[in-house]
């Protein structure tokens, strides 16, 4: 995808997460925007190369994926599409943010209330939402009008709800934290290219392939951490 070779880009970012002494993952968390060309066996080089780690694969559809697609390959362990993963006094819950069509997201009424639902079913946990698309604006004008639609309705629920403590995303190809309401809102940056942050247009960023690091602590804190890959394939 433009010049970059993502499954490579991939590898070389997941080579480097698990030889990263400060951190020992349990859990691998993909927000989407698989397989830009939303092939079959885009899916399967991807089941490939995550399954032999040993570890939960939770993933949301991101704009560039087929969730008909995900629904069928990703349906097995260690794989998991949506819904929601239980780890100790937290829980983690795998929203879709995917519009037919769109490179925008929008939850809905039907999505916002099975959120509530569970939101409502989870009070006694620290929850962390995942979900592709961003619903904090990140001050890019191009990047913003392609953010979560109804972003208005889904901060008005998490508000309501203090056990989250914090939502991530991917989609915008760079590192952000934003603190509101007492939640954190994060995003992730890619496993390929970087979007320059803060840019009215379109444009690349020269960072590396990276990925985000999550500790989720019993007393409801995180530690959290970016990493950027640097080795070389
Ligand atoms: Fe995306």
Redesign the pocket.
Same mark, same amino acid.
């Given at each position: 995808m433009r010049g970059v070779r993502t499954y490579d880009t991939l590898r070389r970012t997941l080579d480097s997460a698990m030889d990263n002494k400060a951190w020992q993952a349990d859990v691998i968390l993909v927000t989407? +925007?698989i397989v830009q060309d939303e092939s079959r066996s885009g899916y399967e080089m991807f089941c490939d190369l995550l399954s032999p780690y040993g570890l939960p694969v939770l993933c949301t559809p $991101?704009?560039?994926d087929d969730p008909a697609l995900m629904a069928e390959l990703l349906n097995t362990r260690p794989f998991q599409l949506c819904g929601e993963a239980r780890f100790d006094s937290w829980s983690l819950l795998l929203l879709s943010t995917y519009l037919v069509g769109e +490179?925008a997201g929008g939850l809905g009424p039907r999505r916002l209330a099975n959120l509530e639902k569970a939101l409502a079913a989870h009070q006694d946990q620290h929850v962390l939402v995942c979900m #592709? #698309?961003h619903p904090i604006p990140m001050g890019s004008r191009w990047l913003d009008g392609v953010a979560l639609r109804d972003s208005a309705d889904f901060l008005q629920l998490i508000d309501r709800y203090p056990q989250v403590r914090a939502v991530t995303c $991917?989609?915008v190809h760079q590192q952000s934290e934003r603190d509101r309401n007492g939640v954190t809102y994060f995003s992730a940056p890619s496993t390929c290219a970087q979007f320059l942050p803060g840019s009215e247009f379109f444009a690349l960023d020269e960072r590396p392939p990276g990925c985000r690091w999550f500790e989720l602590c019993d007393d409801g804190s995180l530690h959290t951490e970016v990493q950027w890959s640097t080795a070389v394939s």
């Open positions: 989407g +925007d $991101g704009n560039h +490179d #592709h #698309h $991917g989609h």
